[in-house]
């Protein structure tokens, strides 16, 4: 690890093998706690290369625990995490939405590292029991929907990462990676970003995949549609910046989104959103992501079809159902 650090030190960078190379001995355990913080502190001191993420993304679906769901056609929603916005969980919200709207969702999702409750501190306090038994999570996306994957049951490998990530306290390139690394290989994601320059890169690198894909990024640093601003969208099909009012929705304050400063709090707002009891702000904001996760899944649906999709989801109560459901099935 030596050589590599005075390698990186010197403002060079690695091809794709060695990226590989280096995760793969990362996730082996053959670096200490202090050599994995200094290689993970190069990529907070400058940008990542594609060549560099394409290499830490083939070594982690290398090592990773697969699992089968692609009878399901399902999709993943999920965000990078790391963009210091304090918001409310709201791609997790969105993935009930979007199921309930009638499309298989495999969810994949982590701790919080840089916030007080990522996805599956929510899941986990709201009663779901992860796990990587395939004959559950294929019971739970066929009758419920949905099925939830927790990252470090399908790469136990990463064990060795996560007590630096979570000594560090913020956003690295394993930010960059989760959402690549889905163990059942979604052909459908949505997927936000937290700057512009990663929403390039994970353009370029789906691009070369056969996955029908929308990544997001608000121009104002969410890593999703916020409407607090104009919104990055890139597809296979366009590349282009939406506004609020191309969702028929009002733009709001940052502060009218922001929330979930612990799992409770975080909770309490996710059931209230789903009860239609949640301000129209938090609200909007979850049909406005939830209809670029439908069209994820429905390309050739329109915006407007997408939205009424996810609008009818959450009012209706079908998103609520499919947590009920897959509550239930957790008991």
């Known amino acids: 690890?030596?050589?590599?650090?005075?390698?990186?030190?010197?403002?060079?960078?690695?091809?794709?093998?060695?990226?590989?190379?280096?995760?793969?001995?990362?996730?082996?355990?053959?670096?200490?706690?202090?050599?994995?913080?200094?290689?993970?502190?190069?990529?907070l001191m400058r940008s990542i290369t594609v060549e560099e993420l394409s290499g830490f993304r083939e070594a982690l679906l290398d090592l990773c625990i697969p699992i089968d769901l692609s009878g399901f056609n399902a999709v993943?929603?999920?965000?990078?995490?790391?963009?210091?916005?304090?918001?409310?969980?709201?791609?997790?919200?969105?993935?009930?939405?979007?199921a309930g709207a009638g499309s298989k969702v495999a969810k994949h999702g982590n701790y919080g590292v840089s916030s007080a409750c990522g996805s599956s501190n929510l899941m986990e306090y709201a009663g779901y029991?992860?796990?990587?038994?395939?004959?559950?999570?294929?019971?739970?996306?066929?009758?419920?929907?949905?099925?939830?994957l927790h990252a470090p049951l399908f790469n136990p490998a990463m064990k060795n990462v996560a007590p630096v990530r979570k000594e560090l306290g913020m956003k690295t390139f394993f930010n960059m990676l989760g959402p690549m690394v889905n163990p059942s290989f979604p052909s459908r994601q949505m997927v936000g970003v937290y700057?512009?320059?990663?929403?390039?890169?994970?353009?370029?690198?789906?691009?070369?995949?056969?996955k029908q894909y929308v990544i997001l990024h608000s121009l104002d640093g969410y890593d999703e549609v916020s409407l607090t601003g104009p919104c990055k969208v890139i597809t296979r099909e366009l590349d282009r910046i939406y506004q609020p009012s191309d969702f028929h929705l009002p733009r709001y304050d940052p502060g009218d989104i922001s929330g979930g400063g612990s799992v409770e709090e975080a909770m309490k707002i996710f059931m209230d959103v789903l009860k239609n009891n949640a301000s129209r702000a938090r609200r909007?904001?979850?049909?406005?992501?939830?209809?670029?996760?439908?069209?994820?899944?429905?390309?050739?649906?329109?915006?407007?079809?997408?939205?009424?999709?996810?609008?009818?989801?959450l009012e209706s109560g079908s998103a609520l159902n499919v947590f009920k459901t897959l509550m239930e099935m957790n008991k």
């Open 1 to 43: 690890m030596k050589e590599i650090l005075n390698f990186l030190y010197e403002h060079k960078t690695l091809d794709r093998n060695a990226a590989k190379k280096v995760l793969t001995n990362i996730a082996k355990g053959i670096y200490n706690h202090s050599q994995i913080a200094s290689f993970i502190s190069v990529y």
């Open 284 to 313: 909007d904001v979850v049909i406005a992501n939830g209809t670029m996760g439908l069209q994820a899944c429905y390309p050739e649906k329109s915006l407007d079809e997408c939205l009424d999709m996810a609008r009818e989801s």
């Open 76 to 98: 993943d929603l999920c965000g990078t995490g790391g963009d210091g916005k304090d918001t409310f969980n709201i791609s997790t919200l969105c993935t009930f939405v979007v």
């Open 195 to 210: 700057s512009l320059e990663l929403a390039r890169i994970y353009a370029y690198l789906y691009q070369t995949t056969d």
């Open 129 to 148: 029991k992860f796990s990587n038994d395939e004959s559950k999570l294929k019971s739970e996306i066929d009758k419920a929907g949905i099925c939830f």
